[in-house]
């Protein structure tokens, strides 16, 4: 007899791809901008320059970017735009700022959001919109923006929400899980702590009490001061001034 219910389940890491700093600026710069909110009369333009920037890349990371752009022109913008309402904004598990993933809704957020807003001060950028600085989208910028050691400390040290996200997206069939499987591709292999981590973390959902709740990890404050890699009509972040 079938069960109604299961518990959640967490995805096998894909294979990581070797790629130049230029690819992994060209995924995550992607990755950016197809997981901000499509805005009416951005998306066909953006998924266009993604779907060329895609073959750039080797097949195993273009695929799921060119798969996205296939499932995006078939829904068209406003069905895009009502599921990803429906998945980021109702689905505890589907949330694209990376703190939720490590300290919940505690009184612990507000020092958790301060660490990325000081890294990514420390990596010579400030926000150019009205973002927290921990949204997903946010930190890949600033990665390929900057290919720096901030950005990738970032990404690291809170791998376990990342990996939480895609399991929770494909777990309902969205179509942002493959962006997400595409930025995993990109980051360093997941170790056995990691792992089961990832595990638990996935069976639990993110912390809802602040009882337990770790300090957030400290990252490199080594400042950079690179150009823009990908230019955007509206971005995220910006670089600040020498």
């Known amino acids: ?101 490590a300290v919940g809704d505690t009184r612990h957020r507000g020092a958790a959001i301060l660490a990325f807003k000081q890294a990514l001060s420390a990596a010579g950028y400030e926000m150019a919109r009205d973002e927290l600085p921990d949204y997903l989208p946010v930190v890949l910028e600033l990665s390929a923006r900057s290919d720096d050691e901030v950005a990738q400390a970032l990404l690291s040290s809170h791998r376990e929400g990342i990996e939480v996200l895609r399991s929770a997206l494909s777990d309902i069939g969205s179509p942002y899980g493959l962006l997400i499987e595409a930025v995993s591709m990109t980051l360093p292999a997941i170790d056995p702590a990691t792992a089961e981590r990832i595990r638990a973390l996935v069976a639990a959902g993110p912390p809802t009490e602040t009882v337990g709740v770790t300090d957030t990890l400290p990252f490199p404050t080594t400042p950079i001061r690179h150009p823009v890699i990908h230019p955007l009509e509206q971005p995220l972040t910006q670089e600040v001034p020498s």
């Open 1 to 101: 007899m079938a069960s109604f219910v299961r518990a959640p389940r967490a995805l096998e890491p894909p294979a990581r791809v070797e790629l130049s700093p230029q690819q992994r600026a060209t995924v995550h710069m992607a990755a950016s901008l197809l997981l901000d909110y499509p805005q009416e009369g951005r998306l066909a333009p953006l998924l266009e320059a993604v779907s060329a920037a895609a073959a750039t890349l080797p097949p195993q990371v273009a695929g799921p970017l060119e798969d996205f752009v296939a499932r995006a022109h078939h829904c068209g913008e406003r069905a895009l735009a009502e599921h990803y309402v429906e998945t980021f904004d109702r689905r505890r598990r589907c949330c694209l700022y990376l703190t939720y993933y």
